[in-house]
Every structure is written in C-alpha cells, then in structure tokens.
C-alpha cells in the first residue's frame, strides 16, 4: 500500500531540543475526541465494549474492596490489581472488533504508544509500516481500528527488506523508529511522515530498543549479525558506543525499565548480558543458568543463560526481574539486580524462531502474566510461579509478536497469516434488577466492617 505524506505543518525534526510533553501530528488528530479514562476506582471498562455492571459474584468482591478501601483497612491499588488481573485471566478473541488489514506479508513487530495507548505501530516482512488508531470513533458495537497512514512500498524511504522492529519515540507520537533486514535503522517524523535521520550497519538488525525511562541520554541499543552491540545517539546522528563481549549475533536488545544505563542483550552465542553504558569496560555481569554451580554436566555450559540461541527477552514493568527465552525450548526469570536464575520453572516452551521473538508481560495485575507466541497460539504464564494458565488460539499461522495495552488489560498479536488480531477481558454477566443482596459473596468482605449490631427493641 503506497505511503502517503501527512498533512499539516512541515516542521523539521530536531531531536536535541524535543519537549517532554506530548505532541501529536495532525493526522493523528481525531475529528472526534471520545477519550478513554485509565483503569481507575472500581476498574470500569470501555463504554463501547459493552461491559455493563459486574455479575453477582464480581459485585459482591468489589463492594468487598471498596468497603475496605473507605475503611483504610486496604490499599487504594488492591481493587485496581484485583480487576486487572481479573480481566487479564478473561482475555478472549474480540468478534467486534478488527484491525484493518495492510500488510501482504507476515508481520514481525507491534508497539503501542505509551502516552495514551491509543495509536500502534506495526511492522511487516514486506518492508511496510502502519500506524493504527485504536479508538472506537464510529462508536459502534462492531467497528476496525483504521490505519491512520502507512510507509507503502512506493514510498520513497520505505525499508527494501524485512521490517523486524519498530518502536515509538517513549515521550511522545511525533516520533518512531524502525529497523530491517536492509541494514538500516530509519528514525520517522509522524507529521510528515518523512525519514529524519538514517544509520546504517554492515549486517542485518534484528532488534533495536530505546529507553522508556531515559532523561540523561537518548541512545537507541541495536542488535545486528555483528557481535558488536551498537549504540546510536539521536543527539548526535552517530554510533556513540559499541559494546563487545558476545561471539555470535545479537538477536534482541531491551533498556532496563528501572535505571536508564542498563541494557540486556540476548545472543545466538547462548548468552546474555547485563551492560551499564557509562563504564569503559561495559559489561556488568553474564547470567549463568547455573548460577556458579559447576558440576560435570554444566561446566561445558557455565556462564549460559541457555542452551540453544536467546532470541528473546524483556524487564518486568518494575525493572526488578528480567525473563529471556531460547531455542532450548525454555524460559527462565532472572534477578536483573544479582543477575541469579530464580528456577522458576515453566515447562516447555516451543520456540522455533530463527529471529528475535518479541513477547509482552502484564503490568499492574497480581500476579504478572507473560504472553508468549507459540507457534499459531500464544501461551499466557504466571511469570513467578510459571504456571501455564491459558492458551490463546485465532491465529491461522505462526504468531510472531504480541503487545500488551496496560489501560485496559488488552492484547495484540501479529503473525504470519498477515493478521493482526485483538484479545480482550470477555464481558461481565449483567445482573438481573431482581436479584436480592443475599447472593453476593460475603465471604469477601473484612469482619471489620460487617455489621455488629441489631436494631431490635427486645435484645438487651
């Protein structure tokens, strides 16, 4: 699908002096605002998903949380966890609603805006670009997340390979990135839908990351065929810093979500790295999967995190802990601070993936959740116990990539069928007007504020 240039001002991209506060394009502009409010209080959900009320058993438990909220026997966010992961348990294939289709070839990556969740990236195996608008305008029970605008094949800057990542700039939408089998790393203006800055590598990208967090700097890390982890500044237009240390290629690359100069870095060479940018000898620690424990079985695998190619990684919401998955067919939970391996065991986890594998974890529910593709389903863990807790199905080919939205408990996949499809909390049971306060579960509510009195005039 050709690109099409945004209208509007065209102002020049000037990434030095770029504000912290939120810009955004005017294509990007609603003709009509119907804003969305985050998870808040009693955890509503979207009027145009239709979910009403709570059911019997859902209203009993969040008269439970609020009675214990007003009574300050419980903490203002136990409601908002509980609901989250109440809805993230409930995730199911959204019939209402659709993503349009753009892509003609498998899509490798998907990234949603962190400002308001509201507009996603996505990247395919033909080189195209797309930014979708997630916002229900028709207002509609059944309605498609438009595509906004794309970088077709005919536009001129369009990648001639595989796009295998893309990134919104974390600060705002007037920015992205993307990189590709074409050896390049293109940095987007969304006004204009132009390339700001190219850098260019000798071998192929798998995987680039910015900093969510970052105020000191503006490195993006980029993983290549090279062993070398590149670091590109936006500041200056050039490779800052290289990082060494890895013997094969560097499959997936991820800024600690915690302190803006940590960077995790996963290896076709069974390794992965902790690095802190601002030393001269880079590299922090190498996380071993035996944590130190030579015996005749692993001293040939000692300092491995895995026992095939790492092709995947990615820090919990807190920054505490790190999750990496490999060609071994295994996932294992790392303590990003001792870089020690938890043990938590997940079982088998099929990885066929020649590539990097992009996966998403939950964020503010409890426990956390991770959402892996597995083949042409998406395996969905409780991250600290590895409980396998559901599988998603829908897709009709490999899934390649998932995003979460964390407003509203949401999902996102993208796969080889060219599909990107849409998973959300299935809707609560309406509860009938006749229905009396006996059914709703007391056994959810504090003693503390139960009533312990009687109005009766005979009791004493």
Known sequence: MAGRPLNGPQRPLTVTNRPRRRRRSPPLEPACQ?????????????????????????????????????????????????EATRRVLSLELNKDRDVERIHGNGINSLDIEPVEGRYMLSGGS????????????????????????????????VHRFSVET???????????????????LKIWDTNTLQVADVFHFEGTVYSHHMSPIATKHCLVAVGTKSPKVQ???????????ILQGHKQEVLAVSWSSRHEYILATASADSKVKLWDVRRATGCLTTLDQHNGEKTKASSEAANTAHNGRVNGLCYMSDGLHLLTIGTDDRMRLWNSSTGENTLVNYGKVRNESRKGLKFAISCGCSPEF????????????????????????????NVACCVFQPNFQELYSGGKDCNILAWVPALREPVPDDVSDKCLPQQHLNPAYEDAWSSSDDEG
């Open 166 to 184: 893309v990134q919104w700039y974390p600060h705002d939408t007037g920015m992205f990135t993307s990189s590709s089998f074409d050896k390049t």
């Open 126 to 157: 033909d080189g195209v670009i797309v930014v979708y608008d997630l916002e229900n305008l028709s207002r509609k029970p059944t309605y498609t997340c438009k595509a906004v605008c794309s970088v077709g094949r005919s536009h001129p800057d």
């Open 34 to 82: 119907q804003r969305r409010s985050p998870l808040a209080g009693a955890g509503q959900p979207r009027a145009q998903d239709g979910a009403g009320g709570g059911g019997c058993r859902g209203g009993g438990a969040m008269l439970g949380f609020l009675s214990g909220r007003q009574a300050g026997l419980d903490e203002p966010l136990r409601l908002r966890r509980a």
């Open 370 to 397: 991770a959402f892996v593709p597995c083949g042409s389903t998406i395996a969905v863990y409780t991250v600290f116990s590895g409980e396998l807790v559901t599988m998603l199905r829908g897709h009709y080919n």
């Open 231 to 241: 670091l590109c500044d936006l500041k200056s237009g050039s490779c800052s810093h």
